[in-house]
């Protein structure tokens, strides 16, 4: 792949925003427990705090649940919100929007490279945290924006066609179906 490889650190970083409690609510306040395990993104919050300041995200930033790395808990953010402090938010800093697509980079922190990275920089037995300091010298590659938007388009069909059911699962039905009827035709045929 042709491009450069950077750091998260050189592309963005964590988020500093503040976002107040009183703006947040179940479907916009992220916390660890709220984000699903195996990178399938995140569900409404039981818990939303009333009180005190908390790092905002915005469309497009990467949540990743701190807590327990093995867990892969991570989200492409589609709304404006806030999260607990075990959640990070990663984004693109201003003056690298048009060398790197959110959605690029988010496949590659959902990728099993970036969680078993965070993994071996994990600190703690029972409740290990990912390293935030290590996480964001993570490296990827940077290819031009046009083979970006190219692999992103791959990967969103591919993670449309495995996680619809209403797209997926009949798609996988008929492809089964001709593979039947493909060995079928093979054994019956002497």
Do not use: C
């Amino acid at each position: 792949m042709g491009g450069k490889w950077l750091t998260i650190k050189e592309i963005g970083g964590y988020s500093a925003k503040r976002i107040s409690a009183q703006e947040l609510n179940e479907e916009n306040y992220i916390g660890v427990d709220n984000l699903l395990q195996n990178k399938q993104g995140r569900t409404s919050s039981n818990y939303v705090p009333k009180i005190g300041n908390y790092t905002k995200y915005e469309i497009g930033n990467i949540l990743i649940g701190n807590i327990r790395p093995y867990l892969k808990k991570i989200w492409f953010a589609t709304n404006e919100g806030g999260t607990s402090g075990d959640v990070l938010v990663i984004q693109i800093s201003e003056n690298n929007t048009q060398r790197i697509i959110p959605k690029y980079l988010y496949y590659h922190l959902s990728s099993d490279d970036f969680f078993n990275f965070n993994i071996q920089y994990a600190k703690g037995a029972k409740m290990p945290r990912g390293n935030k300091n290590k996480i964001i010298d993570y490296k990827i590659p940077i290819p031009p924006l046009e083979e970006q938007e190219r692999i992103v388009s791959i990967l969103d069909k591919f993670d449309t066609l495995v996680n619809s059911i209403s797209e997926g699962l009949p798609k996988e039905i008929e492809l089964r179906q001709k593979q039947y009827e493909y060995y079928r035709n093979k054994l019956l045929s002497f």
